[in-house]
């Protein structure tokens, strides 16, 4: 068994790491791979780097004519992709050279199958930290897409999967993001699976705008406003969330029926002072639900469930 892998690299502005993630690429110890590279419109090297690799890999790269944005760059790239396996690519990592090989020998009859990540610096030094201590998240292999409802764990970077899962993938969801929308549907078909090895060496950027940002004064009205609009918006995303899963090709009766359940619950938000129903059913299910995360399942149904008539008045729970 030697499939071919697809290797799906966007690219913007990437020449200041570029070089380090393709020279892992052409270092792999799985040879049957090609790398499809799709630049969205960068102004610098990256385009002049990629053509430098057309000896070195088997590489076809395309140049958007407009630029595409990350997400639907990635979505297009998809489109062209001739492998049984897809593997996407970020354009700043640097990968362990068995990376493809241990994947393709893993997946076995999973749709889709990940690894854990460690994390280094601009200069590409170890942080000593892996991605799943950095997120405090729980790496899983999962049959169900419930599991994902909450919280992700699979990246974009880490992952491998089958081809045939791409019918179920497009359009990409704007309020989900695109890898663990690819992870809901992969854990819906025939699952997904961790493999306990840092496989890519993922890049910290140390340029962070969020800190150089002042804070504005505000009222305390207005911040309590803020508290309220926010606390709709979080309920309004599970919602639309719940909306998606139920959508799903194929999902289960049994998934289908706990997430119309949860949606009843939920849409009582904005009518409740503090859904018990609500709390005691995120607890019953806690291990489906809470399943990646390491945070206290009470504290999480807790918070769900309180609703807007108390948040209103208590905006600080």
Same mark, same amino acid.
């Given at each position: ?6 290797i ?8 200041? @790491? /570029? ?5 892992? +690429?052409?270092?792999? $110890? !799985? ?20 053509e ?9 790269? @395309? =140049? ?5 944005? !990350?997400?639907?760059?990635f979505?297009? %790239? ?5 492998g ?21 020998h893993?997946?076995k009859d999973?749709?889709?199958? !990940?690894s854990?990540?460690? %994390? ?10 892996? /991605? =799943? ?6 790496? +899983?292999?999962?049959? $169900? ?26 359009? *990409? ?20 699976? !961790? ?6 060496? @993922? ?9 150089n940002?002042?804070k ?7 911040? +309590?406003?803020?508290?309220?609009q926010?606390?709709?918006?979080? +309920?309004?995303?599970? %919602? ?27 849409e009582? *938000?904005?009518? =409740? ?15 489906? *639900? ?11 149904? %807790? ?15």
């Open positions: 068994m030697n499939p071919l892998v697809s799906c690299l966007a690219t913007y502005n990437g020449e200041k @790491y /570029l070089k380090e993630q393709l020279d892992s +690429i052409v270092k792999q $110890t !799985y040879k049957n791979i090609e790398l499809i590279a799709q630049d969205d419109c960068s102004n610098d090297a990256t385009l002049e780097i990629l430098s690799y057309k000896e070195k890999l088997n590489i076809t790269i @395309y =140049s958007n004519e407009k630029n595409l944005g !990350y997400l639907k760059n979505e297009s %790239l998809l489109h062209k992709t001739n049984e396996l897809i593997a996407l690519c970020d354009q700043d990592d640097i990968w362990e050279h068995n990376k493809i090989e241990l994947l393709v893993h997946i999973a749709t889709l199958i !990940y854990n990540s460690l %994390l280094i610096d601009a200069d590409g030094n170890s942080l000593e930290k892996t /991605l =799943s201590q950095k997120l405090k998240n729980n790496f +899983i292999s999962s049959s $169900t897409p419930l599991d994902f409802l909450y919280d992700n764990c699979v990246s974009a970077h880490a992952m491998l999967f089958k081809k045939e899962l791409l019918h179920a993938l497009f359009p *990409f969801p704007q309020h989900i993001y695109f890898d663990a929308w690819i992870a809901i549907n992969a854990a819906n078909t025939d699952g997904v699976i !961790y493999l306990e090895e840092e496989l890519v060496h @993922y890049r910290q950027h140390s340029t962070n705008t969020l800190g940002v002042k504005s004064k505000t009222s305390n009205l207005s911040k +309590i406003a803020k508290k309220v926010k606390k709709e918006d979080g +309920i309004n995303y599970i %919602l639309q969330k719940i909306h998606d899963l139920q959508k799903l090709q194929s999902i289960s009766q049994k998934d289908l029926q706990l997430l119309q359940k949860l949606q009843t619950l939920y009582r *938000f904005y009518s =409740s002072y503090f859904n018990k129903e609500l709390f005691r059913f995120l607890l019953q299910h806690k291990n489906l *639900f809470f399943n990646i995360t390491k945070k206290d399942p009470f504290k999480i149904a %807790l918070k769900h469930a309180i609703g807007k008539k108390l948040y209103k008045v208590a905006p600080f729970l």
